[in-house]
């Protein structure tokens, strides 16, 4: 199983979705109410509405069931032991980019976590995989599908 690297505040969106979902889909809840009241419009078979019903609860299940995977699988960042002479997930990476004549800073997290941080790359990323291990002062060329990228390591933090 893959791991899935979150931030803990990522982790409890997560787990308040999910808890959500299995609120909608449990016996009683508003997919049963939907299904049940499609049902009263009587023969299932030719019933347009009970069928889109099923439909939603079938993908509201398969939705739970990816978030509990994703969510069993997580280690959160926040907790690791997270060292900053060198670019690893959990940092945040302050470079300078030689092309553009430009600064730019990145945080090295976990790609779900873009929706709660700024400037988020995901460690998977090409620039996070080109960075990882280097060293404040390191020059690094870093293919990505545009060509190629050329940035200076200025600073090393941990994420914020």
């Known amino acids: 199983m893959e791991v899935n690297y979150m931030t803990r505040k ?9 808890q959500k979902l299995k609120e909608m889909i449990r016996p009683g809840g508003t997919i049963s109410k ?21 439909a939603k609860k079938e993908m509201l299940n398969l939705e739970a069931a990816n978030l509990q995977n994703r969510l069993a699988n997580a ?5 690791l032991n997270i060292s900053t002479d060198r670019v690893m997930l959990g940092t945040r990476v302050t470079l300078y ?18 929706e709660f941080y700024e400037n988020v790359i995901s460690v998977k990323s ?17 293919k ?3 060509g190629v990228k050329t940035y200076e390591i200025v600073k090393i933090e941990r994420f914020s």
């Open 97 to 114: 980019d030689l092309d553009i004549d430009k600064e730019v800073v990145y945080q090295i997290l976990g790609g779900e976590d873009a």
């Open 10 to 18: 990522t982790w409890s969106h997560l787990d308040q979705k999910l």
């Open 34 to 54: 939907e299904i049940g009241h499609a049902a009263s419009y009587g023969d299932l078979s030719e019933n347009a509405e009970w069928e889109t019903a099923i």
């Open 144 to 146: 990505i599908p545009d």
């Open 75 to 79: 280690v959160i960042i926040d907790t």
């Open 126 to 142: 090409p620039i996070a995989q080109g960075l990882m291990g280097k060293r404040v002062g390191d020059e690094v060329k870093i």
